[in-house]
């Protein structure tokens, strides 16, 4: 066990929901919607934003419906044993995936904008060291980190978007309807994968203090995601306008290049920016880290399993190296996640939800029958 | 016992950093601020490999210590880019070159009429994380080296006066003064766009008028009059005046609000856009000891009208270059009939080069003057 | 046992200390001798022998330690009364032989407070502190007459806390007094007060004052076992206590507050918080603690809140300057020249040329300086440490400068960082930053913004990893959501008709601490 008696509050559990989220979605999210429909995208992140805060509602409610047991409990209650640990198993490598592909995109972005000739494998590494010594001090500090953080980096963040507004231009969100629902359609799992993250909750569900409050802080989070989503989104593509954003690979870096700080001492906000972005993306890699870390741990049925974060640095250390350059890196988390991100983020939720539905079912027979 | 011999392990690993760390470490002293670039054609060999000749103006620390009184140096090289250019200058500084507090690129017009080599140098300039997007671009007919070397008894460090004309201009709107996040957005659009003229002379530097850049290439410039018609279709008017004749006397009034807005009208597949306008001005000069006082509504609505037809003349004649002389639209109405005629524009899209020209449009000016000033 | 010992085979022994626990004898001989065998080689014991009683034939005898018992009350209300009014009673013989010890102790000593003890040890620990130990014939319990009196510093106002505003009385060295300073200001029969005695050979008293409705119930267990488990040798200063009972030893930061103020203590305990007074210490340990409490001040709440706020952004600015300041020069000079404006940049490039080394090495030197300019200044003797402080300072800067060692704005950024880590109101917490500052600059160094962004992450995990006495030590920054409460107390002030409960460190029941005010006007009367 960790040191601290692991128990979280409902506020720090959606604090971990939105900074993970954010983390994963942040970086390329204007740029992937208006691909294909232009302004329509934001109608498309409304649409994938609201159909995720249903998926997000329904893992509130496993969470609601096995109170205090780990993920790997419930796999077991709702699988059997064997079935659970190879889910489980899974679920550690597609984590560990994403982690991976996060860190490449962090160090790659670091590496771009602040330290052009560092090697990327200290930018990781370093992080990495980072992020374990997080994994190790375990959930509650997590917890705390994520609530302490959050307004440190929202309120400088919504204060630059919002300078950036000044010099924007916001009938370039028009015109608006002109994509076919078909084409709406297809531009959907983009918008829905921009929110990916929200099934790890499920596996920090047994720390939470009132179960009971899953479902609602869980819609909340998600929520509050949206909301800062499509304030970004209006941000850049007022800014840039379609045709600008789609030769762009990082948008939401080079909107602050637009921002001027008249008579500031800093000139660039970029500075700025940057460890902010360092927060963001460590509040997405640290939680999933943990996340890898706790379930080994089950995996194992160790006692003592915060020294698992440490073995992992290496592993995620030579995964997030593996691709040779970032369109690879892209490339491959493309077709990576358009499988893996159901299954994890639908496909299983939904498969414990009928199994508990069936055992409630026997359930009752038995009660009846009695 | 697990424990701490982790946390040794990675101490050792953490420390061992510092031993052969620090690659991005430059001290601020020991790099070179190219605070403007001056982009020309190697007049040795135009048309052969080397044919770029990029002047790189640098700030002399000794001056700005107060220890000499030469501001500016230049160092040029030629080559295919820029970054093979920066290598080859490496060669002859002690210091590296550092393009992150660059102000200002001057293009010469050479350049800017050979399209693919004006694309590649815009390309690195958007790809550079160095490069804000706040820095401006312009164009100078001739040799671009020439704004450079202008010693300005204003303001010593040339690159600075430079970004002062662009940032401290209020008063005139001879010349479009958009930065590079405005170029690129224009250009990322249609590839059409307007870019500031800069004309050096002796001692100082004029920024006036502009080029014409369509399909990114430089096709021709237009006057300051014209810009300043044309910064009047593009509702980006914000001050600048014009000179009334009123029964001889001459009246300038100054514009403080200006509002544009646009209609569209379709008739059996011709399109009329009627330009709205709506501008504030103040008298500012009369005649001393006149005859006549301007509170009387007839005067005032006579210099109103009088106005109007100023502005209405100089929109016109901006329409005018861009229909017949330049044929492009660089006022933006494509993206306004986008934005708000999207049906009209999935027709006309594809030709609209050739639908641009041909589009009626109908100025309407309504000018009203506000102020009179301290006198009657 | 660690992997330390077990390569090295390293023994625990057990620490040793003063243990006797043979019982006190019916004979008075032998009880002086056991006590003159124990206290050999003390030349500062004083050893009065008398003989009382009508017939002048009943022996007793006095030791205490000279200057640490009162005298006077020892002639005027102990012996006289034995030798001479023991002497004029007329009792009956008989019976007052068989209970001379009776009459003795219930009729003739004049004296409020006394105790018997039945061990040579605890004789021996009340004589040390001392009190008299007063031996009867032909009885097997050694009295205790309570004279600890000596020589004490008087009370003055706090050295490290003073405030423009608010009492000028200061915690001192003697025990007792510290614990009547903070019952002054609590008048209520809940505050207790528990003695513990800490240390094997010092025997040093420990008070763990509480109020008891109002106290954190988990934290005082916590501390009463952790008290409990303390083996040492001597405890000379509070900070051994601080040091022996913190959650988490490893860390920079003081998970126990410290104050030399009394109100300070008593408002600790209004709210719900364990105040540790330490023999021998002025300074008084407020236990558990935050972040957010180290960083406030007595005079903030005497002060208006509006003011007070004030003062508070600017303490946190503070702590930002300190932790931060000279790393982010590096970090900015070194790597990311295109963050600030062109003019600075070109100004320090001017500034800097011919300056030999990088800026993290000036960056050391200067801070360097500054650290042993202000060791120095406390070894120094009052007036010229701060004169010491100010021309070394000036005269050091600006000669680095004019040599041609460091830029001007280091220098600068030097002074500013020096300046606010003064402004933090804990010393403690400051000196945890001046030490970290250090590891900023190196991070700054290696990484420049990204290690300074890292190692803020680094110190942010590790403070919201730690707790004082199971309450988080960055709450309520960490709570907000469920605590919107205490962020009235934070960064910002609320007034103080605002602050109606108390914190999240009190018991859970009895959280109201003021009536709501709003309801009744003040204007009311003045205005019908």
Redesign the interface.
């Known amino acids: 066990m960790f040191k601290n008696n692991d128990l979280i509050s409902s506020g720090q559990m959606a604090h971990i929901l939105i900074l993970t989220l954010i983390g994963v979605g942040i970086l390329n999210l204007p740029g992937d919607l208006t691909e294909g429909i232009g302004t329509d995208g934001l109608w498309a992140l409304l649409i994938g934003g609201i159909f995720t805060i249903g998926a997000a509602a329904l893992i509130g409610y496993i969470i609601k419906k096995f109170p205090g047991k780990s993920y790997f409990e419930i796999l077991t209650t709702s699988f059997t044993k064997p079935i659970a640990w190879i889910i489980a198993f899974l679920f550690i490598l597609y984590a560990l995936m994403i982690n991976a592909f996060l860190i490449r995109v962090f160090g790659e972005v670091v590496k771009m904008f602040l330290l052009i000739r560092t090697p990327i494998e200290i930018i990781i590494f370093s992080v990495l060291l980072i992020s374990a010594y997080l994994s190790r001090n375990g959930i509650e500090a997590l917890g705390r980190l994520a609530e302490l953080l959050f307004p440190i980096i929202m309120i400088p963040a919504l204060i630059l978007f919002l300078l950036g507004l000044i010099e924007s231009d916001l009938t370039n969100l028009l015109p608006t309807f002109q994509a076919t629902p078909m084409e709406l359609v297809e531009v959907l799992p983009t918008a829905f994968f921009s929110f990916a993250g929200f099934e790890f909750i499920l596996v920090f569900g047994t720390y939470l203090k009132r179960p009971d409050k899953a479902p609602k802080l869980m819609a909340t989070g998600v929520g509050m995601v949206l909301a800062i989503y499509v304030i970004i989104f209006i941000t850049i593509l007022s800014i840039f306008g379609t045709e600008q954003l789609a030769h762009l690979v990082w948008p939401t870096m080079s909107v602050f290049k637009t921002i001027d700080f008249p008579g500031l001492f800093i000139q660039n906000v970029e500075g700025l920016v940057m460890v902010i972005w360092v927060f963001i993306v460590f509040m997405s890699i640290g939680p999933i880290h943990l996340v890898k870390t706790i379930l080994i741990g089950d995996l194992l049925n160790l006692k003592e399993r915060d020294f698992m974060a440490l073995p992992l640095v290496p592993i995620l250390y030579i995964v997030a190296l593996i691709p040779e350059n970032i369109a690879q890196t892209y490339a491959f988390m493309g077709s990576f996640s358009k499988y893996a991100i159901p299954i994890f983020a639908l496909g299983v939720p939904i498969l414990i939800l009928i199994s508990l539905g069936i055992r409630k079912g026997i359930g009752k027979e038995r009660g009846s029958r009695a | 016992m697990l424990k701490k011999s982790s946390i040794i392990l990675m101490l050792i690993v953490f420390l061992s950093n510092f031993l052969v760390g620090c690659w991005d470490k430059v001290e601020i002293e020991d790099r070179a601020y190219a605070l403007a670039i001056a982009v020309d054609i190697n007049d040795e060999a135009p048309d052969e490999e080397d044919e770029l000749l990029l002047t790189f103006a640098i700030p002399n620390n000794a001056a700005i210590a107060g220890e000499a009184d030469e501001f500016n140096i230049l160092f040029s090289s030629t080559g295919t880019n820029g970054y093979a250019i920066m290598r080859r200058l490496g060669t002859r500084m002690n210091n590296e070159l550092y393009l992150g507090h660059l102000k200002a690129v001057i293009i010469s017009d050479e350049v800017a009429r050979r399209p693919k080599l004006f694309r590649e140098i815009l390309d690195a300039m958007e790809k550079d994380p160095l490069i804000s997007r706040k820095i401006y671009i312009a164009l100078t007919e001739g040799k671009a080296r020439k704004v450079l070397e202008v010693e300005s008894e204003l303001e010593p460090l040339t690159p600075r006066y430079i970004r002062e004309i662009f940032e401290g201009d209020r008063v005139t709107n001879r010349a479009p003064l958009l930065d590079l996040n405005d170029i690129f957005y224009k250009l990322h659009r249609n590839g059409n766009s307007i870019i500031t003229r800069l004309t050096p002379g002796e001692t100082d530097v004029k920024a006036g008028g502009g080029g014409v850049i369509k399909d990114f290439q430089l096709t021709g410039w237009l006057e300051e009059e014209e810009i300043r018609g044309l910064m009047y279709l593009r509702d980006e008017i914000t001050f600048g005046g014009y000179e009334l004749d009123y029964k001889n006397y001459r009246v300038p009034v100054e514009i403080t609000e200006s509002k544009t807005s646009y209609r569209l009208i379709e008739e059996d597949g011709n399109i009329s856009i009627i330009v709205d306008v709506t501008t504030e001005g103040d008298v500012r000069q009369f005649y001393f000891d006149p005859q006549e006082t301007l509170l009387e509504h007839e005067i005032l609505e006579a210099l109103e009208t009088m106005f109007e037809e100023a502005i209405e003349d100089n929109i016109y004649l901006a329409i005018s270059a861009l229909q017949e002389e330049h044929e492009v639209d660089l006022a933006g109405l494509d993206k306004y009939i986008h934005k708000y005629h999207p049906s009209i524009w999935q027709k006309i899209k594809d030709d609209y080069e050739d639908v641009f020209p041909e589009i009626d449009i109908v100025v309407n000016v309504d000018a009203n003057i506000r102020r009179i000033g301290l006198t009657k | 046992m660690?992997?330390w010992d077990k390569l090295f085979g390293n023994k625990e022994e057990p620490p040793i200390g003063y243990n006797d626990t043979t019982k006190i004898s019916k004979s008075l001989d032998q009880n002086l001798e056991a006590i003159k065998a124990d206290l050999t080689d003390c030349d500062d014991i004083i050893y009065r022998e008398a003989y009382v009683g009508k017939k002048g034939d009943y022996k007793i005898a006095l030791a205490y330690i000279d200057g640490m018992a009162d005298r006077d009350l020892l002639n005027r209300d102990v012996l006289s009364n034995l030798m001479v009014r023991v002497r004029m009673a007329d009792p009956e013989p008989k019976a007052i032989k068989s209970k001379i010890q009776d009459f003795i102790l219930d009729n003739s000593l004049a004296i409020t407070d006394m105790s018997e003890v039945e061990t040579h040890e605890e004789a021996m620990n009340f004589l040390l502190s001392g009190e008299t130990v007063l031996l009867l014939e032909e009885y097997d319990k050694a009295i205790i007459i309570a004279t600890r009196a000596w020589e004490a510093r008087g009370i003055s106002e706090p050295v490290t806390e003073a405030v423009i505003r608010g009492p000028r009385d200061g915690f001192v060295e003697t025990f007792r007094f510290n614990t009547v300073l903070i019952r002054r200001r609590i008048r209520d029969p809940k505050l207790k007060l528990k003695i513990k005695q800490v240390g094997r050979r010092s025997k040093t008293d420990i008070a763990v004052m509480y109020i008891e409705d109002l106290v954190n119930r988990r934290a005082l267990e916590k501390i009463e076992e952790r008290l409990n488990a303390v083996d040492i040798d001597a405890v000379l200063d509070s900070g051994y206590i601080e040091q022996l009972t913190e959650d988490n030893w490893l860390s920079p930061f003081p998970q126990i507050q410290n104050t030399e103020r009394p109100d300070t203590a008593s408002a600790a305990l209004y709210d719900g918080r364990i105040v540790l007074v330490v023999d021998n210490t002025p300074f008084v340990l407020i236990l558990p603690t935050t972040f957010n409490a180290l960083l406030q001040s007595a005079e903030d709440y005497y002060e208006r809140w509006s003011i007070a706020t004030a003062v508070r952004l600017l303490r946190y600015l503070a702590v930002f300057i300190c932790l931060l300041a000279p790393s982010l020069y590096v970090a900015?000079?070194?790597?990311?020249?295109?963050?600030?404006?062109?003019e600075l940049?070109?100004?320090?490039?001017?500034?800097?040329?011919g300056?030999p080394f990088?800026?993290i090495v000036e960056a050391l030197i200067m801070e360097a300086t500054i650290e042993i300019l202000r060791e120095a200044g406390v070894r120094l003797p009052g007036p010229i440490g701060a004169t010491i402080g100010i021309v070394g300072g000036l005269v050091i800067g600006q000669a680095a400068v004019e040599a041609g060692i460091v830029s001007p704005l280091m220098v600068i950024t030097v002074a500013i960082t020096a300046i606010s880590s003064f402004a933090i109101p804990n010393y403690n917490l400051a000196i945890g930053f001046r030490l970290l500052r250090f590891g900023f600059i190196?991070m700054a160094?290696?990484?420049?913004?990204?290690?300074?962004?890292?190692l803020?992450?680094?110190v942010?995990?590790h403070l919201?990893?730690l707790?004082s006495f199971g309450i988080?030590y960055?709450s309520p920054?960490?709570?907000?959501?469920?605590n919107p409460n205490d962020l009235k107390d934070t960064f910002v002030l609320f007034p103080l008709p605002g602050l109606r409960r108390r914190s999240l460190i009190s018991f859970r029941k009895n959280k109201v601490r003021q009536k709501d005010l709003r309801p009744e006007d003040f204007n009311k009367e003045d205005q019908s």
């Open positions: 660690s992997l900015i000079t070194s790597f990311h020249p295109h963050m600030i404006p062109t940049a070109l100004f320090i490039a001017a500034s800097r040329q300056i990088p800026a190196f160094a290696f990484l420049g913004l990204y290690g300074v962004a890292l803020m992450l680094l942010m995990v919201c990893s707790k988080p960055m920054y960490t709570n907000y959501i469920d």
